[in-house]
T-cell receptor, first 114, second 114 residues
Framework: DAGVIQSPRHEVTEMGQEVTLRCKPISGHDYLFWYRQTMMRGLELLIYFNNNVPIDDSGMPEDRFSAKMPNASFSTLKIQPSEPRDSAVYFC????????????FGSGTRLTVV | AQSVTQLGSHVSVSEGALVLLRCNYSSSVPPYLFWYVQYPNQGLQLLLK??????LVKGINGFEAEFKKSETSFHLTKPSAHMSDAAEYFCAVSDPPRDDKIIFGKGTRLHILP
C-alpha cells in the first residue's frame, strides 16, 4: 500500500496565480479530508468527502478555494487567485469504512505564495 | 459537541526521562481516541488508538496511553525519552459509530534535552 499520495510536495507561486493541489487516497477508503496547517492557526479542516460527495465544506476559507473529487481515487484542492496568506502546508487524509480506524495522512504540500 | 484539550503547547524532557503528554476530551458518548505524531516536514502518523476493550493501549515506538473515563483523559506516556521522539503530538477524538469527523487537539511539541 503506497499510502495517501499528494503532489506536488512543494509549490511556489506568485500572488494571483491559480494553484492546484492533488491527492490520491488509499484504495478502498471512502472518506477524504483536506486540512491546512499553519503556525498561527494549527491544523484546520477545510472540507471532507464521503464516496466522492462533499459532506462539509464549512472550513473552506473563501470562495477562492474549491475542492473536487471526480472519482474514488483522486481529489483536487484549487486556489484561484492565490494570496500570500494562503501559504501553508496542505494535507490530504483518507479513512476506511471500518469504525475507529482513524485517518491516514499524506506527506503534505508546502505552498508558498510570493 | 466533541472537543479535545491538550495541556501544554510545548513540553521539554531530558533524554531517558519519562514522557507525559496530557489530553482531556469531551464527548457525549464513549469515544474513539487517538494519538498522532508529526515529525518535521512530514504528515501526521497514527501512534495509537482506543476504540473498545482494554483501556491501556500500546502504540509504536514504546508509547502507550490509558483511557480513563472517570477523568475524561487519554494521556500519552513513554517510560524513557529518546532524541528521536522530538516531534509534535496530537490527541484526537471521534464519536462512534460514525467517526467520519475526528476532532484534533492543538498539538503539543515535545522537546528532548540531551
Amino acid at each position: 500500500d503506497a499510502g495517501v499520495i499528494q503532489s506536488p510536495r512543494h509549490e511556489v507561486t506568485e500572488m494571483g496565480q491559480e494553484v492546484t493541489l492533488r491527492c490520491k487516497p488509499i484504495s478502498g477508503h471512502d472518506y477524504l479530508f483536506w486540512y491546512r496547517q499553519t503556525m498561527m492557526r494549527g491544523l484546520e479542516l477545510l472540507i471532507y468527502f464521503n464516496n466522492n460527495v462533499p459532506i462539509d465544506d464549512s472550513g473552506m476559507p473563501e470562495d477562492r478555494f474549491s475542492a473536487k473529487m471526480p472519482n474514488a481515487s483522486f481529489s483536487t484542492l484549487k486556489i484561484q487567485p492565490s494570496e500570500p496568506r494562503d501559504s501553508a502546508v496542505y494535507f490530504c487524509a483518507s479513512s476506511s469504512p471500518v469504525p475507529g480506524g482513524g485517518y491516514t495522512f499524506g506527506s503534505g504540500t508546502r505552498l508558498t505564495v510570493v | 459537541a466533541q472537543s479535545v484539550t491538550q495541556l501544554g503547547s510545548h513540553v521539554s524532557v531530558s533524554e531517558g526521562a519519562l514522557v507525559l503528554l496530557r489530553c482531556n476530551y469531551s464527548s457525549s458518548v464513549p469515544p474513539y481516541l487517538f494519538w498522532y505524531v508529526q515529525y518535521p516536514n512530514q504528515g501526521l502518523q497514527l501512534l495509537l488508538k482506543y476504540t473498545t476493550g482494554a483501556t491501556l493501549v500500546k502504540g509504536i515506538n514504546g508509547f502507550e496511553a490509558e483511557f480513563k473515563k472517570s477523568e475524561t483523559s487519554f494521556h500519552l506516556t513513554k517510560p524513557s525519552a529518546h532524541m528521536s521522539d522530538a516531534a509534535e503530538y496530537f490527541c484526537a477524538v471521534s464519536d462512534p459509530p460514525r467517526d467520519d469527523k475526528i476532532i484534533f487537539g492543538k498539538g503539543t511539541r515535545l522537546h528532548i534535552l540531551p
